[in-house]
């Protein structure tokens, strides 16, 4: 009968580690003022090299980056939570302000000032922290961003076509 009962239970903590790891929910996840790195394993092993700033939205964040200058090199420090990233700059001689980098899977493309382009596909960039408040791309977002700066810009020179609504593959 007790063999039974260990069966169950060890039955039952499969099923919740299951349950876990198929839903994308963390054990333990920090608190943060801002989203947490969507794979914490993977912190440290993207691109040094990547996109910078732009874009208007993001989906994703893959981690938190801090760049220290020192003896003519560059290098940078990864870190999964905005938190640490920053404790890490303001203790490390030469670090900047923590940069966060994002996935966007479609983002707002600005070629000259006043025209927009929906483009789709994904890229990676950094970004400063700041702009991920109200930055999270919906399912509308960019319809909406694009339909209000046609509006706007309506308004201040009838018959300008300068933004551009249709997708870019």
């Not at 290098?75 to 203790?91: L, N, R, V």
């Not at 070629?111 to 789709?120: A, D, F, I, L």
């Amino acid at each position: 009968m007790t063999m039974i009962k260990i069966v169950r239970f060890i039955a039952a903590l499969a099923i919740v580690a299951l349950m876990f790891s198929c839903s994308g929910l963390r054990a333990i996840s920090p608190q943060s003022a801002y989203p947490v790195a969507i794979d914490p394993g993977k912190v440290g092993e993207y691109p040094v090299l990547t996109k910078s700033d732009g874009g208007y939205v993001y989906d994703e964040v893959l981690e938190y980056r801090v760049w220290i200058s020192a003896d003519g090199d560059d290098y940078y420090y990864a870190f999964s939570t905005y938190e640490e990233a920053k404790q890490f700059s303001e203790k490390t001689e030469g670090a900047e302000e923590p940069l966060v980098l994002v996935l966007q899977h479609e983002h707002i493309n600005e070629p000259e000032p006043g025209k927009y382009e929906h483009v789709k596909g994904d890229r990676i960039t950094e970004w400063r922290v700041e702009w991920l408040d109200g930055n999270k791309r919906g399912p509308d977002t960019i319809a909406n961003f694009l339909r209000e700066k046609a509006k706007e810009s309506s308004q201040q020179s009838p018959g300008s076509d300068s933004l551009k609504a249709e997708p870019q593959e």
